[in-house]
């Protein structure tokens, strides 16, 4: 087994840890642990809420939840040599499970704390809670379906500059200025509420608390992109912004659906990753990879060969408002497609079928983004994780 180079207790909140993570973004958070290129070791990891969600049928936990806590990340790692410009090799050897945690998450925020991606059909919050058998997930919450998992951590990232901090905050300042009262709001701007530094402390921890980025969105340095790929033997090739490059990592997932689309989202879990780091010096110039990070996929994915696809056009759900190649209201009308057809053939309450889509394996694709002026989006559900058969007949 490799070397635990970050432990979590998890009867204990992030800042009580031994070695305490963070959960916003700043260079100057300061590292955990250095590692020399060429290291591999296990990172310990809490799930994204710091242990907010119970394993109960109460969904008051998901409607009340503090999101100004998420996310909590283990690290950052401090990897020997890296300099700005350079690029960070992190290979994900492998991902797993606590013996003493084997179930995991899934929930509908209500739409005046969070939200998600049908938030205006499903506005209110609900949960389904998912027990682990092995690579499976069922789930007391939504029957009639059994899955293979992915298991991948939703949210992994190195440090910004200070450069680059100001950057995200002043466009998504600027953002939220458009419409500043919309519920939920359009970006989720730096607050100290909640905010978990490392060991910081004292004048410093509250400078640093009113800077940082909040760990929500993706951005140039990886961060939150919930890519179901990004699994076992995975090698993700991160620019580096800071010395040190400070890696860190957090938000596992047991198995996601391409969008996480009801944000909390995939079926979220506490776990542990064995990682493998290394370095390209001067990687950024030479492979021209300046802002977002490249990944080659692992062999591990469940072997699912027969799908029932979904399409989705750029026209509005409820208006008939056509729009001009908008992925992002097609793919919604490819998912509520899909959820009134399993309303139908399963019996689940849309709230069901929504948490079922964004936490099976289910593929998201554009499939059509040049016909003016209707975007095609597609929703291919594999149909062998139900209990019967659903397709028409």
Known sequence: ???????????????????????????????????????EFRMECKDWTDGQIQNND???????????????????????????????????????????????????FAKQ????????????????????????ATSRHIPGVKFAGILHPGLIGTAPSHALLDKWNKREKELVAKNPDRVPGLANLPSPDSAVLGSLKGQKF???????????????????????NLSKGTRIYFPVFVDGAKLSLGDLHFSQGDGEISFCGGIEMAGWVDLHVDLIKGGMAKYNIIENPVFKPGPVDPHYSEFLVFEGISVHETTGEQHYLDAHIAYRRACLNAIDYLKTTMGLTGEQAYMLLSTAPVE??????????????????????????????
């Open 58 to 108: 109460d969904p008051s936990d998901i409607r009340d939840v503090n999101l100004h806590r998420v996310h909590v990340l283990s690290g950052p790692v401090w990897v020997n040599g890296a300099e700005p410009g350079d690029l960070l090799v992190v290979d994900i050897l492998d991902i797993g499970t606590f013996a003493e945690s084997q179930w995991g998450f899934n929930g509908i």
């Open 364 to 393: 998201g694709r554009i499939s059509g983004i040049v016909d003016v002026p209707n975007a095609c989006c597609t929703l291919w559900i594999p149909t062998s994780i139900f209990d019967r058969d659903i397709l028409p007949s």
């Open 206 to 228: 509250n400078r640093i608390a009113r800077e940082a980025a909040r760990t929500v969105p993706p951005r140039e340095h990886g961060g939150n992109c919930d890519i179901k």
């Open 1 to 39: 087994m490799a070397d635990v180079l970050f432990r979590v207790d998890l009867n204990k909140p992030m800042e009580e840890q031994e070695t305490p993570g963070h959960n916003r973004w700043h260079p100057d958070i300061p590292a955990t642990v250095s590692v020399n290129p060429g290291t």
């Open 113 to 136: 704390n969070g939200g998600g991606f049908l938030t205006d059909h499903y506005p209110d919050a609900a949960k389904s809670i998912w027990d682990f058998h092995g690579i499976y």
